[in-house]
């Protein structure tokens, strides 16, 4: 079955600084893969998705994320991390049965 | 465009109470439906799933259901509650055609048992 590994419970970064978030993924065949975003309280807001072509694929608030097939990673990436970026950030993968199966997410704290 | 409304936004209920909570969407035509559930500090669980009206898949054993009475409304029920029950319930819904298309989430269901 397929699965998502989010391996950093929290992160914390200084406001300006650079971020990534990793993601591995276990999947037999050509993932889609998505990464969410959570404020506290709310609902999940999509950041970008990847199911074909360029593997480096462009989200919104100025997030991007590469897919590497031969890590079975899709980490996300920002040059500059805003406060407002303090949230719970997840990752997906859409399997077997159009199932969405998500990482257990990771914590972003932003220090200024 | 499409929306997707989930309801109650709050909810604190006894233990061995009765649950429902009900998600519509507008806009759109035989989705898939999902109903997630995330426990504090933990990632997304799947807990059902569904393709069509009357089609649930469950995931997880527990002590909840599903039901798809129409094609854009999906509820999550259970007879009896356990502490265990308590978290944060999301709905979503994804157009039927491809894998790679979006997931949509709802607000949110914030369930107490006490």
């Known amino acids: 079955a397929q699965s998502v590994t989010q391996p950093d419970i929290h992160i914390t970064v200084s406001e300006g600084a650079s971020l990534e978030l990793r993601c591995n993924y276990s999947?037999?065949?050509?993932?889609?893969l998505f990464w969410y975003v959570q404020s506290p309280g709310q609902g999940l807001q999509l950041l970008l998705k990847?199911?074909?072509?360029?593997?480096l694929v462009q989200g919104i608030k100025g997030f991007e994320a590469e897919f590497k097939r031969s890590q079975s990673s899709f980490n996300l990436r920002k040059p500059s991390v805003h406060w407002s970026d303090a949230a719970e950030y997840f990752c997906?993968?859409?399997?077997?049965?159009?199932?969405?199966?998500f990482g257990a997410g990771t914590i972003l704290r932003v220090k200024s | 465009s499409q929306t997707i409304h989930q309801w109650p936004a709050t909810l604190v209920q006894p233990v061995g109470s009765p649950l429902s909570l009900e998600c519509t969407v507008e806009g759109t035509s035989n989705p898939n439906l999902y109903w997630y559930r995330q426990a504090a500090g933990r990632g997304l669980q799947l807990l059902f799933y569904s393709v069509g009206i009357g089609q649930i898949s469950s995931e997880v054993p527990q002590n909840l259901s599903a039901s798809r009475p129409q094609d854009r409304q999906f509820i999550l029920s259970s007879k009896k509650l356990l502490l265990s029950d308590s978290g944060f319930y999301l709905c979503?819904?994804?157009?039927?055609?491809?894998?790679?298309?979006?997931?949509?989430f709802g607000e949110g269901s914030w369930l107490t048992v006490v």
């Open positions: 999947y037999g065949a050509t993932p889609y």
């Open positions: 979503a819904w994804r157009r039927t055609g491809s894998s790679g298309n979006t997931i949509y």
């Open positions: 990847y199911f074909s072509g360029d593997t």
């Open positions: 997906a993968v859409v399997g077997y049965g159009n199932k969405l199966v």
